[in-house]
């Protein structure tokens, strides 16, 4: 039923590389969402956006930085990864129907900056 | 600032008897979403059950239903017949009426044979 996809599903990079992790969806929803989540640990927003040209940075403070150019694609970019930028990334995205709000979570990017 | 809290880090149950997952939440808005999520060892989220809170009646989903009661500002979840499947972490999370999510801390539910 979700179909929501991010790429890569892992990914293993070395300090100071500039990463984009894609998340894209194909259900037309105007919301979509980045959360950061360390083993164990709660969801963290870090980015959101209601539609084209829209994004907020969430509660917790990220380096990260997100675009929505386009509806169903909302790639998050990391422009230098450092080993505190460890931790797994999930995008979902959500459309407000008035009564049937429902979100829906891909499966994830781990990453690890060494 | 809205918050949600779960305070049970840890349960566990046995196989085919029912647990409870505890949450409250903090807000001053009247119109809102309530959610829990699952998320097994391959870290994808589920959502396992939604409520509306404009509606008083308890949102069920098979061996999930949930009570709701929001003058408490309790939202807790109760698996009955539990599996071995069910074995996650349990997420419950609250939504704004801006679509803001906030999720809680979550409660590793072990189930066991």
């Known amino acids: 039923e979700a179909d929501i996809y991010q790429t890569p599903r892992y990914l293993v990079i070395g300090t100071g590389k500039k990463i984009t992790l894609e998340c894209s969806q194909t259900?037309?929803?105007?919301?979509m969402y980045w959360y950061q989540q360390d083993p164990g640990m709660e969801l963290h927003l870090i980015h959101y956006?209601?539609?084209?040209?829209?994004?907020e940075k969430g509660d917790l403070s990220s380096e990260s930085t997100v675009s929505r150019i386009r509806t169903e694609h909302f790639p998050l970019t990391l422009e230098s990864a450092r080993p505190s930028h460890t931790s797994q990334y999930l995008c979902?995205?959500?459309?407000?129907?008035?009564?049937?709000?429902?979100?829906?979570f891909g499966s994830g990017t781990q990453l690890s900056v060494l | 600032a809205q918050t949600v809290t779960q305070s049970q880090p840890e349960m566990s149950v046995q196989e085919a008897e029912t647990v409870t997952l505890s949450c409250t939440y903090d807000?001053?808005?009247?119109?809102?979403?309530l959610f829990w999520y699952k998320q097994p060892p391959s870290r994808q989220m589920i959502l396992v059950i939604r409520?509306?809170?404009?509606?008083?009646q308890n949102a069920t989903e098979n061996r999930f239903s949930v009570n709701f009661q929001k003058a408490a500002k309790s939202f807790s979840l109760k698996i009955s017949d539990s599996q071995l499947g069910d074995t996650a972490m349990y997420f419950c999370?609250?939504?704004?009426?801006?679509?803001?999510?906030?999720f809680g801390q979550g409660t590793e539910l072990s189930v066991k044979p």
């Open positions: 259900m037309g929803h105007d919301k």
């Open positions: 956006s209601y539609g084209v040209n829209s994004t």
């Open positions: 409520q509306e809170a404009y509606k008083q």
């Open positions: 807000t001053s808005e009247n119109n809102y979403y």
């Open positions: 999370a609250f939504m704004n009426q801006g679509g803001k999510l906030i």
């Open positions: 979902a995205s959500s459309q407000d129907t008035g009564h049937n709000e429902k979100l829906f």
